[in-house]
């Protein structure tokens, strides 16, 4: 991934406000994976206290996030059974997190981190700005720029905690 | 301020693009109040351990950042002596802050937080969106869209780290 710019502008290949979106997508991401940078398993795996999620689990949550919002924003529906399931830990966190959310190395969350962005871009890339403005028909209250605006507030929130708990790895 | 809309679209009293931006602003900021809400002096004051920032610094730093944003992206310059001198507690955290920035209700904080809204808000309605992608004089490798787009995203970051400590506060 190349190094984050400090610009938000038209980007090629996208319509001109998708573009700014996907420069703050970008920029969430570079900075989420800076933040993991070189963490091993067990430093993933690290839980700073009995509450507390993981760096791997935060990093799995991420990418759930981001495959939810895919459904809802781009497929025009909420989750299967199936998806729900797999998601459940990731998104729930908590408890479910701390006992499935372990024992894979950092290329493991990288890999899946790019696997949905891949698809998001893709998707973002075949669609115009009046499509960005429109109401979702799976979550009425959301219209399209806010919900992919949020994949990435969401993103920036736990990166924030991702940077505190490695400040305490020890 | 209203309850957060689910909403980015252009905003009446702004350029469209600026009314995107504002909109991501203000649902940062709805988020950073709702999770300091009915906070007392000594949970604001609290420190999680020896090299945390308090909650209340926390949000002096928000605070800090918008301002200095402000000077570099509506005025054209870096900081004078003196706004450095009195933001650079709170943009450095860490040791001074922990010193410095305490002994405040949460009233102090929002009222500080509201008031550098409030000029960035007014200085964004005055500008239009071709404003918004120009390159910012006094730190050439952003545009103006991505530093106020900092704003939100450094806010948002310390707003998940707030989130953390205060499921803590016990």
Known sequence: MPSPT???EPLPGYAPTIGRLVGMLRYARQTTLDAVAGLS???LDHLHDDSSNSIGALLA?????ERGYYCVTFEDRTFSAEEQAAWEPALTLGAEGR???????????VQQLSDARRLTL??????DDDWL???LPAAPAMNAHFALFHVAEDEISHRGQIRWLRARLG
Chains 1, 2 share one sequence.
């Open 99 to 109: 006992r499935l959310l372990r024992d894979k190395p950092l290329e493991h969350y």
């Open 133 to 135: 403005e429109r109401s």
């Open 61 to 65: 949550h991420i990418e759930a996030v």
């Open 41 to 43: 398993m067990a430093e």
């Open 6 to 8: 400090f610009r938000l």
């Open 122 to 127: 893709e998707a973002l890339a075949a669609r």
